[in-house]
T-cell receptor, first 113, second 112 residues
Framework: DQQVKQNSPSLSVQEGRISILNCDYT??????FLWYKKYPAEGPTFLIS?????DKNEDGRFTVFLNKSAKHLSLHIVPSQPGDSAVYFC????????????FGKGTKLTVNP | DVKVTQSSRYLVKRTGEKVFLECVQD?????MFWYRQDPGLGLRLIYF???????EKGDIPEGYSVSREKKERFSLILESASTNQTSMYLC???????????FGPGTRLTVL
């Protein structure tokens, strides 16, 4: 049973435009959500997070939106740059529990110059 | 600068061999994790540890064991490597609560 879903395996956008990556979750106990970026042959690097008490968190070009009622979050990258081309993983956890992160399967973003 | 290091970037082993993957973190984190990443399957948790000598099974523990004798070190052991354990292995560490996990660079293991 997949608790965190990224339904788009890939996304292609033009440089300078907005990239929107989506993530859905099923476990209502999750209260902390994270996005990681991963280049080939490297470990994932943390990008941005949001707790369930917020509906938006912004860090430079990256903004994460959380819609708790829909159990949906999205990552917006504006403007997109070729260096943003990577696989993006959405992850969720229930704080105060086992501290396990549950990951989605990832979305491969390609930003074309 | 926070750091999680893994003993090897690339490893080639034969079927049936015992394989040790080592992970060390320098952030004094209590939690450490082993994942494997396979195309189309994302990151799947194998084992994790929330304290020295403590361990818990993740989603896919079969064929693996772990050891945590010191807080900074978490080892993943493949008792008898099989070809379906060919994968990218990622170690991570973190604290509890509203905090991210930090990942090592990964070990690409090939079992022939």
């Amino acid at each position: 049973d997949q608790q965190v879903k990224q339904n788009s395996p890939s996304l292609s956008v033009q440089e300078g435009r907005i990239s929107i990556l989506n993530c859905d979750y099923t476990n209502s106990m999750f209260d902390y959500f994270l996005w990681y970026k991963k280049y080939p042959a490297e470990g994932p690097t943390f990008l941005i997070s949001i707790s369930s008490i917020k509906d938006k968190n912004e860090d430079g070009r990256f903004t994460v939106f959380l819609n708790k009622s829909a159990k949906h979050l999205s990552l917006h990258i504006v403007p997109s740059q070729p260096g943003d081309s990577a696989v993006y993983f959405c992850a969720a956890k229930r704080t105060g529990g086992s501290e396990k992160l549950v990951f989605g399967k990832g979305t491969k973003l390609t930003v074309n110059p | 600068d926070v750091k999680v290091t893994q003993s090897s970037r690339y490893l080639v082993k034969r079927t049936g061999e015992k394989v040790f993957l080592e992970c060390v973190q320098d952030m004094d984190h209590e939690n450490m994790f082993w994942y494997r990443q396979d195309p189309g399957l994302g990151l799947r948790l194998i084992y994790f540890s929330y304290d020295v000598k403590m361990k818990e099974k993740g989603d896919i523990p079969e064929g693996y064991s772990v050891s945590r004798e010191k807080k900074e070190r978490f080892s993943l052991i493949l008792e008898s490597a099989s070809t379906n354990q060919t994968s990218m292995y990622l170690c991570a560490s973190g604290t509890s609560g509203w905090d991210e996990q930090f990942f090592g660079p990964g070990t690409r293991l090939t079992v022939l």
